[in-house]
């Protein structure tokens, strides 16, 4: 690939600049603004969240970068090229968001086929569909047809799509929505093995726990404009990240010296003690607990003030909306 | 351009496994099967010329269900790859719109044939057992009509390409009654008096598909003659009607928003 | 939303097994229907009007290329309408017309329905001439089948009394393969109608002259030989005539026209064709036909004439009375 930067910043992957897009309803209906100038980044290696309420405009963004419809102004470039342009395709793997495939086909005809679209050679076919239904542990549906898939499965095989041409980037739009516990967690383990194989992740999702355990950088979009651009910890403040821990066996005393000194309160609940401390004193607390001879129960990370911030972003989109005086958009 | 075609078969041929899957194609080649079987029974009520007509309603029934095949087919071609969002994977890997819309259509167009195929055989079959006679005509009306569900294959993919479902078969039926009224109406058209309405007409039909071209299935049974050069205009004008409604499509196609 | 999409999916499919369900019903409907329809069929009078018929040129617009099933839509009608015990009434011949004219229209092909035409509207000037029209449609569609020529020209001389013209119909239809052999002589026999042996004569000998094989050629030999001893009976008509006007009496035997004073004629020609073979003459002779009191050859037996009822005759004369006075109204 002629594409790698020759500086020593990581190159762009994905560059968006002032993308507007206006959706017009129906014949003769006012349009709608849904894309109010969005710009941001998406570099080399990195798994980035797109992250914003439903309805923000990210599944909009993500179609604008598929190129599946145009901006009503801005631009999009993907690996260097223009977004309406199809060459870079090969490089790129897209999960839409609640993907549907045609449900005619079994597991493996459904990969056979897009394969093919890619032009993976035909010596290379058949072990490539094996390698991707090993991936997304589907062997044993490999020839069942999709209709009768289940929503996770769907999803996976939907990766597994993305993936079929062993592409550098992958856009995967709310690749865990809807999932149980489990197939998020095989979910994430997908994207992180992608990571830890040099791939760029780009991501979109409302799902506030996911962004926070694997992504390294986030943009926040809020009602169609960008609330927030960088690494997820910046972002999260991390003086205001808690968490919670619950101790047993905690003198009265100990608890009210530890409460003075980490400056927090200490409930106590019968024989057990529940505290909340900043993440940054975490340690410290710990190994002073430890030290009094206390038993922890558990270290809770605190997803409250993660929310929190969160609503506090969309509230603030909703005052600048008010003075702006223009209406956000649903994602169509 | 190889590159296109490799990624223009897998769709084609991912078309005509789905419709094969559909029920309604069966059901629709059934009822073509049973009309011209029925087509002896109907005869039979006429003391003369009986085997000419089982082989009217014979090729009528072909044509009339091929056709509805076509356009009910055609019609969700491309909306319902929109609709059920099958379509944004496919134009995430690296196909073009229009390799898109040409694998749709001639996956479409592969399936009518090959349903064409199997009404022309049970034609066959049906005019053999009633010692009707057969002979190359039989053979370019068929062909012919292949020719005609092209160009109304490429008509559904033009509307399905922009248009809901309903309205698509509105104006794909539209346009084959049209088509086939096109060339009275221009000579009706030449009797006016207006010039005008003369030219009017005039543009109509060139605008319009002129489907008469492809029904020689009279001269068939009739035993008249059907000279090649006809048979080859009759192609020639079905390829470039279609390349022309398909150019229309993928321009509307490319500049759509896939919502 | 996937719920909901796999709904919306699977209420498309209960749609579509609905429609199915609905369209099979309908047909079936329809099959039975039509059993129970055809188990008893309506009589052909009072079917009269019973299936709207189209103007042609409207039919042919609507029909979208499938002219030739609707064409034998209304072929059927029409038989059904004509078959059974049933008296043509004028309007309902008239309606035959209007059927066969719709079926002639979409489908110019068919070959029965121009001579079913020809066969059934017979019940008034107006449906015989509707008949010689559609005639003249399977004539211009067929020119090479001699039948649809001689169902016209039997229209016109038997029902229009227009000898001229039938005689000129028959003469395009007896240059055809397949005609029969007796058309030459048919055509003659109507220009001897209209008195004109001469002509007859002359165009039965170019006939003759242009004809391919020996059958043609002696079908047109023998029509020219009763021509000959037509012509020959005439001159003795006229010989009669003058017989009585001198004699003031008619002939009791031929044989006086060459008797008495001053003989009308030297000898009586001969009775039989000249073309005839010594080998094959019988001694025949000139008598008067005790039946008709004409004056006939007991070769042929009778004179050279179409036999026409009379009932007919007298219709076809009437019809031409009626043409005369409303063309006689018309100036």
Known sequence: MGLSSMTDRPREIVRVDGLVKNFRPGLGLRSKRVLHGVSFAVREGEIFGFVGPNGAGKTTTLKVLMGLIRPTSGRASILGCDVGEAGFRQHIGFLPENPYFYPFLTGREILRFYARLCGVESSLLAGRVNDLLALVRLEHASDERLSTYSKGMLQRIGIAQALIHDPEVAFLDEPMSGLDPIGRKDIRDIILRLKAAGKTVFMNTHILSDVEMICDRVAIIVKGRIRYEGPIREFLREDELRSDIVLARLSGETSRELGERFSTTIQTVGERVEVQVKDGQLQSFLEAALGAGADILSVTPNRVSLEHIFLEAVEEGEKADAGAGRGGGGTP | MTGSLHRIWPIATNTVREAVRHRLLYTLLFFAVTMIGFAVLIASLSYVEGERIIQDIGLASIRLFSVGIAIFVGIGLIHGEVDRRTIYTILAKPVTRAEFLLGKFFGLLLTVWLQLLLMGLAFVLVSLSVGAPLDWGYAAALFLVGIELMVIVAVATLFSSFSTPMLSAFFTLGIYALGHLSRNLYFLGQEAEVDSVRRAATLLYRVLPDLETFNVSIQAVHGLPIPASEVAWAVLYGLAYTTALLSLAIYIFHRRDLE | ?331
């Open chain 3, 1 to 331: 939303m996937p719920v909901i999409e796999e709904g919306a999916s699977r209420r498309r499919g209960a749609r579509f097994r609905q429609g199915l369900l609905g369209l099979g019903v309908g047909l079936l409907g329809l099959f039975v229907a039509d059993a129970v329809h055809l188990r008893n069929p309506p009589l052909a009078g009072e079917s009269l009007g019973d299936v709207f018929v189209p103007d042609p040129a409207v039919a042919g617009l609507v029909s979208l290329g499938f002219g030739a099933v609707v064409s034998d839509f209304y072929w059927l009608q029409a038989i059904q309408a004509a078959g059974g015990d049933v008296r043509i009434t004028p309007e309902l011949g008239a309606h035959l017309g209007q059927l066969i004219d719709v079926v002639t229209t979409l489908n110019p092909w068919v070959d029965h329905p121009y001579r079913f035409a020809g066969i059934w509207l017979t019940q008034s000037e107006q449906n015989v001439r509707t008949a010689n029209r559609l005639l003249r449609r399977g004539i211009e569609k067929h020119p090479d089948d001699w039948r649809n020529h001689y169902y016209l020209g039997f229209n016109h001389f038997f029902y229009l009394l227009e000898n001229a013209e039938a005689a000129e119909v028959l003469e395009g239809a007896s240059r055809l393969a397949g005609a029969p052999r007796y058309l030459p002589r048919l055509a003659a026999r109507l220009k001897s109608e209209s008195a004109d042996l001469e002509v007859a004569s002359v165009f039965l000998q170019e006939l003759l002259r242009g004809a391919q094989g020996e059958a043609a050629r002696e079908s047109y030999r023998s029509a020219l030989d009763e021509i000959e001893i037509e012509q020959r009976a005439r001159q003795l008509d006229g010989a009669r005539v003058r017989f009585r006007e001198l004699e003031g009496r008619d002939i009791e035997t031929v044989d006086e026209l060459t008797r008495g004073a001053t003989p009308l004629l030297g000898a009586l020609p001969s009775p039989e064709p000249s073309s005839l073979p010594a080998s094959l003459r019988r001694g025949s002779e000139w008598i008067v036909d005790p039946s008709d009191n004409r004056i006939v050859s007991t070769y042929y037996g009778k004179r050279y004439q179409l036999h026409v009822p009379a009932s007919d005759r007298e219709r076809a004369e009437g019809w031409a009375r009626e043409k005369e006075l409303r063309e006689a109204a018309g100036r």
